[in-house]
């Protein structure tokens, strides 16, 4: 597969973020996937390989906007490649998709329930709550469906019994929401077992998100 030295650089990159989440204990095997714009595609990781074994001739590229569902490349995308696609479909603003099946989001995911503003760093995700989409399975339209609704005016969401997903401007700063949304539902789930969480208001966490337009990994110029 020919491809620029831009295309190499962005696979290699969504590669080392797989590394990176699994290294990092935000996910385990091969469960959780990553997808990045390039354009008018989406690179996106192959199904079921071991991210130390991957090389980036292996991820998949899909067109965005056109033959929706087509692939090309020597290996099948990822089962859960829909949501990715129909998230950078929809979202324009946003050119990276993580997802994850970390260990306090997907406790948190398992009782169905929204992360409430227990901390001022969910206004990294653009508002007072992450909401928990409902149930569907794995690399259903219906799953999609349902994240796209729980991520209106948002940048990460919870699957319910299943996992989180978090978008970026770009790879890093989708990884960094990652982290942050899984730092977040520990705290919450901490405060469960303590009791008496004391929630910021909704005013509170709008003064953050203001404050947050400088804050964070800076898109590419």
């Not at 080392?16 to 091969?30: A, H, L, P, R, Y």
């Not at 479909?89 to 995911?109: G, I, L, P, W």
């Not at 409430?116 to 508002?127: E, L, N, Q, T």
């Not at 890093?172 to 919450?188: F, H, I, P, S």
């Amino acid at each position: 597969m020919t491809m620029t030295h831009e295309e190499y650089a962005l696979r290699q990159d969504i590669i080392s973020k797989c590394q990176f989440m699994n290294d990092s204990g935000i996910n385990q095997g091969t469960s959780g996937n990553i997808s990045a714009r390039y354009g008018d595609h989406m690179l996106i990781t192959p199904s079921g390989v071991p991210y130390d074994k991957m090389e980036p001739d292996m991820l998949a590229k899909m067109p965005i906007k056109s033959d929706y569902g087509s692939w090309e490349g020597p290996m099948k995308p990822s089962t859960e490649w829909r949501f990715h696609l129909d998230i950078l479909t929809n979202r324009e603003d946003m050119h990276a998709v993580v997802h994850t099946h970390s260990t306090y989001c997907t406790a948190v995911a398992i009782t169905r329930r929204d992360i409430p503003a227990v901390h001022y760093m969910i206004a990294a995700f653009g508002g007072p709550i992450v909401r928990c989409a409902e149930f569907a399975r794995f690399g259903t339209p219906e799953l999609s469906a349902n994240a796209l609704k729980a991520l209106e005016g948002r940048s990460g969401c919870l699957l319910a019994n299943h996992g989180m997903i978090v978008t970026g401007e770009n790879l890093d700063k989708a990884m960094w929401r990652a982290v942050e949304l899984e730092t977040l539902a520990r705290q919450y789930y901490n405060t469960q077992l303590l009791g008496d969480a004391v929630l910021l208001s909704d005013e509170e966490i709008a003064g953050t998100i203001e404050a947050f337009a400088s804050y964070g990994p800076k898109d590419e110029e």
